[in-house]
Nanobody, 124 residues
């Protein structure tokens, strides 16, 4: 059974930085594309960043490009998301997701496995 467990969310001030982690189990982590999505109540879940398995190519949403970094440690089955210069509009529940291929990485419906999410709240 695949499990994804996020951590690192919390309440921060605008301009602060935050490090999110997601530990995966039950899958061959190194070959999976891992991604972060976020969702605000009443809105669709949106893509934030992804990192492919194997070559580790990264991709970011325009809204966080230049303010974020996604990375992975295959030895620890963990994917990370570092966010800097946080803005109130970054407030959301952040979800970790996994998929078995490196295509359509922006598409929320392509991801078979999801974590429970971690709340990030950025105060002005």
């Amino acid at each position: 059974q695949v499990q994804l467990v996020e951590s690192g969310g919390g309440l921060v001030q605008a301009g602060d930085s935050l490090n999110l982690s997601c530990v995966a189990s039950g899958l061959r982590f190194s070959v999976y594309t891992m991604a972060w999505f976020r969702q605000v109540i009443g809105k669709e879940r949106e893509f934030v960043a992804a990192i492919t398995g194997g070559d580790g190519n990264t991709n970011y949403a325009d809204s966080v490009k230049g303010r974020s970094a996604i990375s992975r440690d295959n030895a620890k089955n963990t994917v990370y998301l570092r966010l800097i210069s946080l803005k109130p509009e970054d407030t959301a529940v952040y979800y970790c997701a996994a998929k078995g291929s490196a295509v359509n990485i922006h598409n929320v419906w392509q991801y078979a496995h999801w974590g429970q999410g971690t709340q990030v709240t950025v105060s002005a």
